[in-house]
């Protein structure tokens, strides 16, 4: 199975910067790169060029130009699919707390629901309908 996960810039060994995303130098569109662990292939998004991690040049922000076998450790299939393991769980943090919002928001509409109908058969207001509610679990929760 081949999967493709953004290419992290390593850490400079001249300014120690380093980044979670590396774009292509010579791309008319600065395409990010994207980088197969098992394969160890690198290919620009934007072009499609492709080439074997090892024949990768790093051009740092601060001018310095390095190559793979400066920061090799970086670039080992270990390091790349643990940035991937990290990556897929922000997302699936990113989706928990989507499904949590998503619950509190329906909850809240459920609650305003039922409130306007008990509201609407009593002959009062919402906020007086909510209230009963509340002093009701209130009293049931002690």
């Given at each position: 199975m081949?999967?493709?996960?953004?290419?992290?810039?390593?850490?400079?060994?001249?300014?120690?910067k380093?980044?979670g995303?590396?774009?292509?130098?010579?791309?008319?569109?600065?395409?990010?790169?994207?980088?197969?662990?098992?394969?160890r292939?690198?290919k620009?998004?934007?072009?499609s060029?492709?080439?074997?991690?090892l024949?990768?040049?790093?051009?740092?922000?601060?001018?310095?130009?390095?190559y793979?076998?400066?920061?090799e450790?970086a670039l080992?299939?270990?390091?790349?699919?643990?940035?991937r393991?990290?990556?897929?769980?922000?997302?699936m943090?990113?989706?928990?707390?989507s499904?949590?919002?998503?619950?509190?928001?329906s909850?809240q509409?459920?609650?305003?629901?039922?409130s306007?109908e008990?509201a609407?058969?009593?002959?009062?207001?919402?906020?007086?309908a909510?209230?009963?509610?509340k002093n009701?679990?209130?009293k049931?929760?002690?």
């Open positions: 081949s999967e493709w996960i953004a290419f992290p810039f390593p850490k400079c060994p001249s300014c120690g380093q980044w995303k590396s774009y292509h130098k010579d791309c008319l569109f600065n395409g990010q790169l994207l980088v197969e662990p098992y394969q292939q690198v620009c998004e934007s072009c060029a492709q080439w074997y991690i024949d990768s040049k790093f051009h740092c922000s601060c001018g310095y130009q390095f793979p076998s400066e920061v450790d080992s299939t270990t390091q790349l699919l643990r940035q393991l990290l990556q897929k769980l922000n997302e943090d990113s989706y928990e707390k499904i949590i919002s998503k619950s509190n928001s909850f509409q459920w609650i305003h629901d039922i306007y008990i609407r058969a009593l002959g009062t207001t919402i906020s007086k909510q209230e009963v509610i009701f679990f209130d049931w929760s002690l």
